[in-house]
T-cell receptor
Framework: AQTVTQSQPEMSVQEAETVTLSCTYD???????LFWYKQPPSRQMILVIR??????QNATENRFSVNFQKAAKSFSLKISDSQLGDAAMYFC???????????FGEGTQLTVNP | DTGVSQDPRHKITKRGQNVTFRCDPI?????LYWYRQTLGQGPEFLTY????????KSRLLSDRFSAERPKGSFSTLEIQRTEQGDSAMYLC??????????????FGPGTRLTVL
């Protein structure tokens, strides 16, 4: 069974600084997707970024980028120029390409300090 | 394009009662998913539909749980004889699966269930 692990329950960053959230996963599949979702307090989950395992190039979305290390089964999220609105719970998630269900990590609570 | 909507947003019920939640996916999305999220944890998969067919159910979905998507549009999740352990946020997501599994799931705001 696939598992996703986020080893940082909480992280904090100063506004305008950069922060990296860690995620590791375990799978025997070779073709899959990885996602980072953001869940602000009392608000719905929003997709931040998506990475396809067959692509070697790391995905980027504006201030958000990932470091995808397939051999190490590592998928970290870097947030540059952090903003107060980035404060949220961040979840790493996995889905095999042929599959349906998302498997989520435990989440990392990010605090952005002004 | 409206997002995924869920109703009600909050539900408080007494143990032993039945509850039903509704999810309206993004229009034209052919897949609809249900997840459960307990406090401080990531969501856990319950079940999903492709159009009106329920294609997969998690072991978490006990006999007291039933989900339907009768016309391939909205879905309902019913919990019978609720237990305190059912207290959680129930999330619905939808996606448009075409080929190569490239679809992305978009989530609704959730229904928070409290069983007293």
């Amino acid at each position: 069974a696939q598992t996703v692990t986020q080893s940082q329950p909480e992280m904090s960053v100063q506004e305008a600084e950069t922060v990296t959230l860690s995620c590791t996963y375990d799978t025997s599949e070779s073709d899959y997707y990885l996602f980072w979702y953001k869940q602000p307090p009392s608000r719905q989950m929003i997709l931040v970024i998506r990475q396809e395992a067959y692509k070697q190039q790391n995905a980027t979305e504006n201030r958000f980028s990932v470091n995808f290390q397939k051999a190490a089964k590592s998928f970290s999220l870097k947030i540059s120029d952090s903003q107060l609105g980035d404060a949220a719970m961040y979840f790493c998630a996995y889905r095999k390409t042929s599959g349906s269900r998302l498997t989520f990590g435990e989440g990392t609570q990010l605090t952005v300090n002004p | 394009d409206t997002g995924v909507s869920q109703d009600p947003r909050h539900k408080i019920t007494k143990r032993g009662q039945n509850v039903t939640f509704r999810c309206d996916p993004i229009s034209e999305h052919n897949r609809l998913y249900w997840y459960r999220q307990t406090l401080g944890q990531g969501p856990e998969f319950l079940t999903y539909f492709q159009n009106e067919a329920q294609l997969e159910k998690s072991r978490l979905l006990s006999d007291r749980f039933s989900a339907e998507r009768p016309k391939g549009s909205f879905s309902t999740l019913e919990i019978q004889r609720t237990e305190q352990g059912d207290s959680a946020m129930y999330l619905c997501a939808s996606s448009l699966r075409r080929d190569r599994g490239t679809d992305t799931q978009y989530f609704g705001p959730g229904t928070r269930l409290t069983v007293l």
